[in-house]
């Protein structure tokens, strides 16, 4: 079976940090970019960060970059997403997604149409 299984969510208080991990079974997630986005109570779905299946070239939104940082190790067929400094507006469901033919730099900005499998979602929740 195809898919991602998504890890790490929770509660963290402001200032503090969180690792998320996205972990593909059934595919090589190798021969993917992998994307994370975030979708807020009644916000559409943000492409946050992404990193190259190649060269492991990254993108990130203003909004996260200098704070989170992304990253994938092919051994362990997994894709990781660190969020350090987490506010408030960092609140949100979190996805990972696989994407075939991407390459993520900063010239590219993640559209949900351009990764097919998609993980389950995690919540995220950033409060004193």
């Known amino acids: 079976q195809v898919q991602l299984v998504q890890s790490g969510g929770g509660l963290v208080q402001p200032g503090g940090s969180l690792r998320l991990s996205c972990a593909a079974s059934g595919f090589r997630l190798d021969y993917y970019a992998i994307g994370w986005f975030r979708q807020a109570p009644g916000k559409e779905r943000e492409g946050i960060s992404c990193?190259?299946?190649?060269?492991?070239?990254?993108y990130y939104a203003a909004s996260v970059k200098g704070r989170f940082t992304i990253s994938r190790d092919n051994a362990k067929n997994t894709g990781y997403l660190q969020m350090n400094s987490l506010n408030a507006e960092d609140t949100a469901v979190y996805y990972c997604?696989?994407?075939?033919?991407?390459?993520?730099?900063?010239?590219?900005?993640?559209?949900?149409?351009?990764?097919?499998?998609w993980g389950q979602g995690t919540q995220v929740t950033i409060s004193s």
């Open positions: 997604a696989a994407g075939e033919a991407l390459y993520c730099d900063s010239d590219y900005s993640p559209s949900t149409a351009d990764f097919q499998t």
């Open positions: 990193i190259s299946r190649i060269d492991g070239a990254t």
